[in-house]
Structures are given as structure tokens and as C-alpha cells.
């Protein structure tokens, strides 16, 4: 059974950084596409960002620039590297595997709480 898992989140000053880690087990992770999504509150999960299996990269217009998606094969383990956090930015983030870029895949973490404020 496929388990992802969450963490990384917290309370950042705008302006602050955070990464986030997605842990997957019961995969054969290499060979998926890997995406973090968000949700506000009182609004539709977006795709951030996706990294395919050959390691090419997609992101939202909103965090170009500011956020890295990176994965780690041997780890079985997706990254989330948020730098210049904006308030705009606090939502829930999961993990997704096997999406694409407007299609999200089957399996879903937990979530993880990012909050941005002062």
C-alpha cells in the first residue's frame, strides 16, 4: 500500500524559508512523477510544483522563482525548498503521486500546515 508522508511544516516570518520533505514507502518511487499541491482555506487545491520521473520540472507562476521541487530516488523522499515566504503562501501542502500537470494522481499524503505570518 503506498504511504506518503508529510513534514517539514511550521509558523515562517514572510520573507523566511521552510522545506518540505515527502517521505514514500509500498512504490517503486523512481519511477513516478511527484508533486506538492496546496489548499487555503475557502479555496481549490492548486499544483505548486511537479518533478517527473526524468527529474524535469514544473511550477506554479506564483512561487517561480522562489520554490524548488528536488527528489531523492534513494531516499524515496520529494522536497519542497520555500524561500521568500509570502503571507499568501499559508495553506496545507501535500504530497501527490503519479499526477500531471492537470491531472493529480491517486495518492495523497496527509498534509502538512504551512502558515506565514508576523
Known amino acids: 500500500q503506498v504511504q506518503l508522508v508529510e513534514s517539514g511544516g511550521g509558523l515562517v516570518q514572510p520573507g523566511g524559508s521552510l522545506r518540505l520533505s515527502c517521505a514514500a514507502s509500498g512504490t517503486i518511487f523512481s519511477i513516478y512523477a511527484m508533486g506538492w499541491y496546496r489548499q487555503a482555506p475557502g479555496k481549490q487545491r492548486e499544483l505548486v510544483a511537479r518533478?517527473?520521473?526524468?527529474?524535469?520540472?514544473n511550477y506554479a507562476d506564483s512561487v517561480k522563482g522562489r520554490f524548488t521541487i528536488s527528489r531523492d530516488n534513494a531516499k524515496n523522499t520529494v522536497y519542497l525548498q520555500m524561500n521568500s515566504l509570502k503571507p499568501e503562501d499559508t495553506a496545507v501542502y501535500y504530497c501527490n503521486q503519479g499526477g500531471g500537470i492537470t491531472v493529480a494522481g491517486n495518492y495523497w499524503g496527509q498534509g502538512t500546515q504551512v502558515t506565514v505570518s508576523s
Open positions: 518533478i517527473g520521473s526524468n527529474g524535469i520540472t
